[in-house]
């Protein structure tokens, strides 16, 4: 994005008041065992917040404290997809001319988005001078045993059908992969992490986010973290995952997040997923000290890291 428009873009995490399917009894009412009742956001829709105040709110703290003056739309809490079409169309809407505005990111779910949605989302990209639209869409895993494990509500074939739908609109398809899970007796670790990889590297994915799995407050995950039934992964155990994955990941997949950061107040284990910065420096020294860069093994010659530069520019916040 910085060498696109010569400038950082900032994401803008916004609240368009959106339920999941897997919450409001559509197809469930329990939620993925690890969400938060949240929904992964910021709540402003539920404080009275509209999206142009949200937008006003972050958009001068990022240009007072960072000089930012680009920016990302991300319609980031529950599902931003999930509904009837007009409601989509009618937050679109209310995106036009916002000051700054640049790229837009939407979370969502991959049984979240039929033709008419995706149709709608490719005509917005011209109509709103949109630089690029993200769909972020929740593979969580490519373990369909998992996948029921964890109520996710959906398969990985039906990620599939849904990243080939977009990418033949022109729609960036991001995957959301987590490390972690829980599955039946015990939970997932490095094989079904490198494979969830070698799911996506055969799709028309064009980015990544990594995730660790931390138990949130208020989730049936803590529910069985505390009863002893769920074990989260070490900090060794999860940056010897990520190298390996990321060593297996097609080289042209963007990587746009290497760990899951908790809200306040939400973690409840493990501590290290606290210290964000101190995962991102022991990150950044694992891969230096194990030599590990993108698509080593998958063909991909070493190349100059941002996470070893120290010119990088991480003054603002770390997603950006």
């Known amino acids: 994005m910085r060498q ?63 000089g930012l003056e680009l920016f990302a739309a991300y319609l980031q809490s529950y599902s931003n997809t999930h509904g009837p079409l007009d409601k989509l169309a009618s937050i679109l809407e ?74 033949q609109r022109g729609l960036t398809v991001v995957a959301h992969i987590i490390g972690g899970l829980p599955r039946p007796g015990g939970r997932e670790g490095l094989t079904e992490m490198v494979d969830s990889v070698r799911f996506i590297n055969s799709l028309p994915v064009r980015g990544v986010k990594f995730h660790n799995l931390y138990v949130a407050r208020g989730t049936r995950l803590a529910k069985w973290y505390e009863s002893g039934a769920y074990v989260p992964p070490s900090q060794d155990e999860y940056l010897m995952w990520l190298a390996e994955a990321v060593m297996h990941l097609d080289p042209k997949i963007v990587v746009h997040r290497l760990n899951g950061n ?11 997923a606290a210290n964000m910065r101190g995962l991102h420096n022991a990150v950044r020294g694992y891969f230096k000290r194990h030599d590990i860069w993108q698509g080593r093994k998958n063909g991909a010659e070493e190349g100059p890291s941002a996470w070893f530069d120290p010119a990088y520019d991480r003054t603002a916040s770390d997603e950006s």
Not at 22 to 31: F, L
């Open 94 to 167: 209310k995106l036009a001319g916002l000051p700054g505005l640049t790229a837009l990111s939407l979370g969502t779910r991959p049984d979240c988005l039929d033709d008419a949605k995706l149709d709608l989302l490719a005509a917005q990209q011209e109509r709103l001078g949109l630089g690029e639209i993200f769909l972020e869409l929740g593979l969580q895993s490519a373990c369909d045993v998992t996948l029921d494990h964890i109520n996710r509500g959906h398969d990985a074939e039906a990620f599939a059908v849904a990243t080939h739908a977009a990418a």
């Open 4 to 66: 696109r428009f010569g400038q950082r873009v900032q994401k803008i995490p916004l609240d368009g008041g959106f339920s999941c399917p897997n919450r409001d009894g559509t197809i469930s009412r329990e939620g993925c065992v690890f969400c938060n009742p949240m929904g992964s956001g910021s709540g402003m829709a539920d404080r009275g917040l509209s999206l142009e105040e949200q937008w006003r709110f972050w958009r001068n703290h990022h240009y007072e404290h960072h």
């Open 262 to 272: 908790p809200a306040k107040g939400e973690l409840l284990a493990p501590d290290w």
